[in-house]
Each structure stands twice: as C-alpha cells, then as structure tokens.
C-alpha cells in the first residue's frame, strides 16, 4: 500500500488476556520499527527488524513482549498477560535501509487494558 | 553514541506569534535531523529534514529549521502560529547502521497555541 497500515487502531482488553497487534509496511522497506507512546511520554522504542538480520529485541520492556517479521514485511507485536501499564499508543514505522528520508509512521493502535 | 534534547516539553504562543521549538544534538559524526509532527490521534508525520545540503531547510506547512554546526542546534521555527499548528512536535537525529534502528528521538514538544 501507499502508508504504513496499523490493525487495529483501537484495541480494548481484559487485564491478563494476551493481544496481538499488525504492521504492514510500506512495500520494499526493508526495515521495520516498533515504538510505544504512553500518556505524556516521548516515544520508547520496542524493536527494529532489518531484512533477514536478527531484529534488535533491545527495547522490549519484558519477556510477556514478542514481536516477528513474516516474509521480510508484514510483523505482528504480541503481548501476553496484559497489565494495565500496557496501555498506550503502539506505533509501527518502517524505512529504506540508508534512506536519509527518515520513517514513513502509521497511525498507532491505541491498546487499553481494564 | 548521538542523542537529542528538548528544551521544553510544553511551549504556548498566541495565534499570529513567532513559532520556536529547540533541538540541541550530540553527534560524533556529521549528523542527519529531522523534525515530526504529531497531530492528536494520528501517528508520526515527517515535517522537514537536514541531510547535510543547505543549512536552512524548509519544510510543510510554513515551517523551517537551520542547522547550525556551532551551536550543535536545528531549531524549527514558524514565523506566524495558526491554531492548526496545535500538535506535539519531536526532533530526531539518524544513527545510520546503529542499533535500535535508524533514528533517535527526543522527547517532544507539546505546542499549544492560543486564540
């Protein structure tokens, strides 16, 4: 597609029910970022895929946190016993590797947990 | 290692008013910044990029920013503020090939802007 497309944008869950949450960047990005946006804070980062490179896992906040890249395009974020804390704004963005363009974002899926 | 600061997390200014929002960096190599902007309820949009061409770039909606080696700053500015300029804005310097990812990011600038 054109943008980055984020499903869904808007996710209500119980407290300790697992979701999952899908990226599908724009076709021929090579790499692919996650990005967590809670009330009042900058963006934190989550994960980086980079082609068929072991993805940069570094900003996962805990092990209930997991995230896969099928085929180099579409990624899915799971997070497994959700706390309240999770809720926030999940952004997914991707880019050209080298690209001095920066990120092309989509428009988050906003995740509450009650 | 880069990083980004900036100054103020929330900034207001009467509509018709001079627009300034501060980015100092830290980099050991010659950098690539960037401005967003995020409107409420929708993700990141890309506002304006520095990549090391001319210092003063212009970007969407009337913004611009200068690079300035000196003072390690890329500050956007707007000469006149319109209540649709109302969004938080986030300033980012690449780390190409470093790890999570390719961009840093700071922590934002909320922009309010009174009638």
């Known amino acids: 597609g054109a943008g980055v497309s984020q499903s869904p944008s808007n996710k209500v869950t119980e407290k300790g029910k697992d979701v999952e949450l899908r990226c599908d960047p724009i076709s021929g990005h090579t790499a692919l970022y996650w990005y967590r946006q809670s009330l009042g804070q900058g963006l934190e980062f989550l994960i980086y895929f980079q082609g068929n490179s072991a993805p940069d896992k570094s900003g996962l906040p805990s092990d209930r946190f997991s995230a896969e890249r099928t085929g180099g395009s579409v990624s899915t974020l799971t997070i497994q016993r959700t706390q309240q804390e999770d809720s926030a704004v999940y952004l997914c963005a991707s880019s050209l590797v080298g690209d001095n363009y920066g990120y092309t974002f989509g428009s988050g899926t906003r995740l509450t947990v009650v | 290692a880069q990083s980004v600061t900036q100054l103020g997390s929330h900034v207001s200014v009467s509509e018709g008013a001079l627009v300034l929002l501060r980015c100092n960096y830290s980099?050991?190599?010659?950098?690539?910044l960037f401005w967003y902007v995020q409107y409420p309820n929708q993700g990141l949009q890309l506002l304006l990029k520095y990549t090391s061409a001319a210092t003063l770039v212009k970007g969407i909606n009337g913004f611009e920013a200068e690079f300035k080696k000196s003072e390690t700053s890329f500050h956007l500015t707007k000469p006149s503020a319109h209540m649709s300029d109302a969004a938080e804005y986030f300033c980012a310097v690449s780390v190409y090939g470093g790890s999570q990812g390719n961009l840093i990011f700071g922590k934002g600038t909320k922009l309010s802007v009174k009638p």
């Open positions: 980099s050991s190599v010659p950098p690539y």
